[in-house]
């Protein structure tokens, strides 16, 4: 088993930016795809950014490509979404999750483990 736990989450300005981290404990491996994903009041949780084991390859979803950047620090076990230029369409219960491979994965259905989520709220 593997346990996640997010932090960074909090209430930021439009345009302003976070960083939300995830910590893996447990039975962790080394070669672990991590993702991070989103659930907004209402609506259905979505794909935001993906990172493979390694930390070399990233895919991200289009709402966020440029803003957000994922990266992975396999010492620590950890993994992070740094979040800049923030919208208020960015508000959001995030979610990282993880899965035993060796590519990236975007759809919710391909991971294994989850965190409880850490909300976050773009609002002036």
């Known amino acids: 088993q593997v346990q996640l736990d997010e932090s960074g989450g909090g209430l930021v300005q439009p345009g302003g930016s976070l960083r939300l981290s995830c910590a893996a404990s447990?039975?962790?491996?080394?070669?672990?795809?991590m993702g991070w994903f989103r659930q907004a009041p209402g609506k259905e949780r979505e794909f935001v950014a993906t990172?493979?084991?390694?930390?070399?390859?990233?895919y991200y979803a289009d709402s966020v490509k440029g803003r957000f950047t994922i990266s992975k620090d396999n010492a620590k076990n950890t993994v992070y979404l740094q979040m800049n230029s923030l919208k208020p369409e960015d508000t959001a219960v995030y979610y990282c999750?993880?899965?035993?491979?060796?590519?990236?994965?975007?759809?919710?259905?391909?991971?294994?483990?989850w965190g409880q989520g850490t909300q976050v709220t773009v609002s002036s």
């Open positions: 447990g039975r962790t491996y080394s070669k672990h795809a």
């Open positions: 990172v493979t084991w390694s930390g070399a390859s990233t």
């Open positions: 999750a993880a899965r035993y491979g060796t590519t990236w994965y975007k759809s919710a259905h391909e991971y294994d483990y």
